[in-house]
């Protein structure tokens, strides 16, 4: 099954490498996605498999069956949309759509998904159960299209009993995948907050109640939420990315600070708990000092956790797909992602797939102007889901 699998990855490697570029070229937003459904509906249809569109807004939801297709179900996801940055890259597939560019490598997880589906496809007399292909909008913007996805039906009817997802990660070689079970990517959460006091001029602080000193102290107090309330063993980060004073000026004192920032941890009960903290801290200050305190939380995503056993099985069949040298562990990240959603709902694990190639210089970090992969990644991306899909399905 294995060497079937590979000489598949590799007859339909071109194919992918042209859908990855036609994806790459023609970029679009989180849940604008309306022409990169109807092309991944396309492919599907011409592959020959059952498909579903519209789940979700823009996403494409596709059944594969293989013989006995009640005997188990699992699950594979790609997320389909870019981000709004302008690329920089000078290829033949630039994108065509200025300022919106696949720097996150979604046109990757769709190329490969695609493949997955052919190859399954193709080798459908050779394995029982059924998979499901979801093809995922807006990752990249909040709530998240998995959680839409998710409320819409997409892990019922049939319901998959493992769902797998994989990520570009430039740091590793093409040909190369890393994973980690447990806790992998932080949960997310935006903080906003508006200080309110009363402004006037700066030289008779003594008639105002000046909200920038009272900011000020907010952001220090707040780091000992981390500093003094985590668990140090559990990661936690505290950032406050902007910070706007309405109307001061050197002589002015303002009647408004505004502070925006991000929370994340690995951990969904100190998540809650921190949240709350931040909250009372925050508003108890501001109060102490004659000021007033709007706290906003916009929820974010939830903490990503690797399901252990269908990690470390996960690990043990791509040792045996790619050799040994090729799969390696890697650490906890405090970036997040919208695949934590299915990793709440089922045994999920989600890898990173390299698409590095230092002496091509391709190196260059996801979310960047200059973002770009070494294609023969796609070939591995493919052809290890896919791998992967039947092994799980095959398992006891
Ligand atoms: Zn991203
Ligand atoms: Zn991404």
């Keep these: 099954m294995k060497e079937k699998i590979k000489a598949l990855a590799r007859q339909y490697q071109s194919a992918a490498v042209a859908h990855r570029r036609h994806l790459h070229q023609f970029p679009e937003l989180s849940f604008q996605e309306v022409q990169t459904g109807q092309y991944v509906a396309q492919q599907l249809a011409a592959i020959g498999v059952e498909y579903q569109q519209g789940i979700a807004g823009n996403g494409v939801v596709a059944l594969l069956k293989g013989k006995n297709p009640r005997k188990r179900t699992i699950a594979l996801r790609a997320d389909m949309d870019a981000l709004p940055i302008l690329e920089a890259n000078d290829v033949p597939y630039k994108s065509q759509n200025t300022g919106v560019m696949h720097a996150c490598g979604h046109d990757v997880h769709t190329a490969s998904l695609l ?15 059924t998979v499901k292909c979801i093809f995922q909008p807006g990752e990249e913007k909040l709530p998240g299209g998995a959680s839409i996805m998710i409320r819409d039906g997409v892990l019922e009817n049939p319901r998959p009993v493992s769902i797998f997802g994989q990520h570009v990660h430039p740091p590793l070689r093409a040909g190369m995948i890393g994973l980690k079970p447990g806790i992998f990517m932080a949960s997310s959460d935006e903080l906003y907050i508006t200080v309110k006091g009363r402004g006037g001029h700066g030289a008779m602080p003594q008639d105002c109640v000046d909200p920038v000193v009272i900011t000020a102290q907010i952001i220090v107090a707040l780091q000992q939420i981390v500093s003094r309330y985590a668990d140090p063993t559990m990661p936690s980060v505290l950032t406050f990315g902007k910070i706007n004073s309405l109307g001061g000026a050197t002589n002015i004192i303002p009647n408004e600070v505004k502070l925006e920032g991000t929370f994340r941890t690995m951990h969904e009960k100190w998540r809650k708990e921190a949240l709350r903290r931040m909250k009372k801290i925050a508003e108890s200050l501001a109060k102490g000092f004659g000021a007033a305190c709007e706290f906003r939380i916009e929820k974010g995503y939830p903490v990503l956790h690797n399901h252990e056993e269908l990690t470390a099985r996960t690990k043990k069949w791509a040792i045996e797909y790619l050799g040994k040298d090729k799969v390696v562990d890697l650490p906890i990240r405090m970036t997040s992602e919208d695949f934590a959603y299915f990793s709440q709902a089922m045994p999920a694990c ?7 190639n230092p002496e091509r210089g391709i190196i260059s970090p996801v979310h960047t102007t200059t973002f770009d992969i070494d294609e023969a990644a796609l070939e591995t991306g493919m052809g290890l889901m896919a791998w992967l899909a039947v092994q799980e399905l095959g398992r006891k």
Excluded at 121 to 126: D, G, N, P, Q, W
Excluded at 350 to 356: C, I, K, M, S
């Design 350 to 356: 989600f890898y990173r797939l390299g698409t590095g």
């Design 115 to 129: 493949g997955v589906t052919h190859i399954l496809h193709s080798l459908r007399a050779h394995w029982e159960g």
